[in-house]
């Protein structure tokens, strides 16, 4: 229970509350943007991550259902779902040679992601010129949720 409080907190938590916290200054500026970062573990489910997948499941609902409870005041609200991703976190797992191949055999290019490719769909997003865009969710995983 403490696990799955822990991952809601931090996964789902603060998704909530860096939804809510702008919206007075979204309102009083004529809209805005909000980008939530979920994982492709939201699209789709993932062995032995129950508590992982129902968190990053639930910023994708909660980025929908934001869409629409804020479009009437300009604001736009989308979910980045990254996949396997180059970050300091990551790095061992990519280094190792097997899991490495594990991970290129659930992708369609042949690579893993950089964490600058991530950003430039959040800056996309965030920017006007997506400025009719809202309520998606991008994955940025070199094709895993494709295959």
């Known amino acids: 229970m403490e696990q799955w409080e822990l991952i809601m907190d931090i996964n789902v938590k603060s998704v ?22 979920s994982s492709i573990a939201g699209l789709k489910g993932s062995s032995g991550a129950g508590a992982y997948t ?3 499941g639930a910023v994708r609902l909660l980025t929908k259902a934001s869409a629409v ?10 979910s980045v779902h990254p996949g ?11 280094e190792d040679e097997k899991m490495s191949q594990w991970f290129l055999a659930q992708t369609a290019l042949p690579r893993v992601g950089q964490a ?11 920017s006007d010129a997506s400025s009719y865009i809202t309520g998606i969710e991008l ?3 070199g094709g ?4």
Do not use: C, H, Q, W
């Open 16 to 37: 909530f509350l860096g939804t809510k916290l702008p919206l007075p200054y979204f309102r009083s500026n004529g809209g805005g943007s909000i980008v939530n970062i």
């Open 54 to 56: 129902s968190s990053k």
């Open 69 to 78: 409870d804020y479009g009437k005041d300009n604001i736009r609200v989308n």
């Open 84 to 94: 396997f991703i180059i970050t300091p976190m990551s790095k061992a797992y990519m």
């Open 116 to 126: 600058v490719e991530v950003a430039e769909a959040v800056l996309f997003l965030a």
């Open 139 to 141: 994955p940025v995983d």
């Open 144 to 147: 895993v949720t494709a295959k």
